[in-house]
Structure formats: C-alpha cells, structure tokens
C-alpha cells in the first residue's frame, strides 16, 4: 500500500480519517503496518502491501 491512499481510504465502521503506522516497508510501498481510525479506534492491518478494511466484527 502506498502512504497516499490515506488521503481517499477511511474507516469503513465510522468514516473517519485513519492514521498509518508502518512497520515494513520496501521503497514507497507500505508491506506490514497498521492502520488505525481517529474516531472509533478500529485498528485495520497491512499485510503483504494490502489493507485489510473489513470491520474487525467481520474478520475471520
């Protein structure tokens, strides 16, 4: 995932805005983080450069 899609990603439970925190990255590409929403607190993770948006009650 590349740093510039926070400026047209937000949280799927609230939409609101996201905060990034990258833990691996290769180049401009985000590979391991986390994203994390300024409202609700509904944390999202990267994994192999693709966030996962589905709302954590939804995950398997």
């Known amino acids: 995932m590349r740093a510039d899609l926070l400026e ?3 949280c799927p439970v609230c939409r609101r805005e996201l905060t990034l925190a990258a833990g691996q990255t290769e180049g ?3 590979v391991r983080g986390t994203l994390t929403c300024r409202g ?3 944390v999202y993770p ?3 450069g693709i966030p996962d948006l589905l709302p954590p009650d ?3």
């Open 58 to 60: 939804d995950r398997a």
């Open 40 to 42: 609700c607190g509904a």
């Open 8 to 10: 047209i990603l937000c």
């Open 28 to 30: 401009d590409e985000i």
């Open 46 to 48: 990267i994994d192999d």
